[in-house]
T-cell receptor, first 115, second 113 residues
Framework: DTGVSQNPRHKITKRGQNVTFRCDPISEHNRLYWYRQTLGQGPEFLTYFQNEAQLEKSRLLSDRFSAERPKGSFSTLEIQRTEQGDSAMYLC?????????????FGPGTRLLVL | SQKIEQNSEALNIQEGKTATLTCNYTNYSPAYLQWYRQDPGRGPVFLLLIRENEKEKRKERLKVTFDTTLKQSLFHITASQPADSATYLCALDERAAGNKLTFGGGTRVLVKP
């Protein structure tokens, strides 16, 4: 257990529905990242926060995706109008955010299946 | 185009032997290279970080080398054990803002007793 928690661990939804995932990072960590991982592939960067500010978004993050970190603590990732191609593991990671050489601590992920 | 390549074929190895995994990259200038372990259904777990000016790093039975001329990192597990069976991911950090990581596809290692 890295100290990063994600909920729910699994989500099955029908195409067109909205889903929201939550990530609770390690409490003193200022940076929070979201990645997406499909079967047999490595994680792909989606977005990251420094405290409550969302500082970068990947081109993978379409308009249907939105992420927030309202108080600089937990974060939510919402997918609107889900598509079958959104089926993946969504991983959250956090790091201290004070230096340029830091490791990231990953949560267990939320596995999404869109039917 | 940018690529990070790890051997997609699983590596089957006998207990006690050394497993060697390769990570090759093109069109990146990483400041750091990291190796993670991932078990099925779980998030990646950090193992080792090596800087661009370091040739080799060790941690217990793990050894990583980093050759920026060849654009390659090798990851060794010595005296392998069945508990080492997992997928191993290499990740590049180009020291971009936020230190986002770019991962390879991972190599699955199976250590047989």
């Amino acid at each position: 257990d890295t100290g990063v928690s994600q909920n729910p661990r699994h989500k099955i939804t029908k195409r067109g529905q909205n889903v929201t995932f939550r990530c609770d990072p390690i409490s003193e960590h200022n940076r929070l990242y979201w990645y997406r991982q499909t079967l047999g592939q490595g994680p792909e960067f989606l977005t990251y926060f420094q405290n409550e500010a969302q500082l970068e978004k990947s081109r993978l993050l379409s308009d249907r995706f939105s992420a927030e970190r309202p108080k600089g603590s937990f974060s939510t990732l919402e997918i609107q109008r889900t598509e079958q191609g959104d089926s993946a593991m969504y991983l959250c990671a956090s790091s201290l955010g004070f230096s340029t050489e830091e490791t990231q601590y990953f949560g267990p992920g939320t596995r999404l299946l869109v039917l | 185009s940018q690529k990070i390549e790890q051997n997609s074929e699983a590596l089957n190895i006998q207990e006690g032997k050394t497993a060697t995994l390769t990570c090759n990259y093109t069109n990146y200038s990483p400041a750091y290279l990291q190796w993670y372990r991932q078990d099925p259904g779980r998030g990646p777990v950090f193992l080792l970080l090596i800087r661009e000016n370091e040739k080799e790093k060790r941690k217990e039975r793990l050894k990583v080398t980093f050759d920026t001329t060849l654009k390659q990192s090798l990851f060794h597990i010595t005296a392998s054990q069945p508990a080492d069976s997992a997928t191993y991911l290499c990740a590049l950090d180009e020291r971009a803002a936020g230190n986002k990581l770019t991962f390879g596809g991972g190599t699955r290692v199976l250590v047989k007793p």
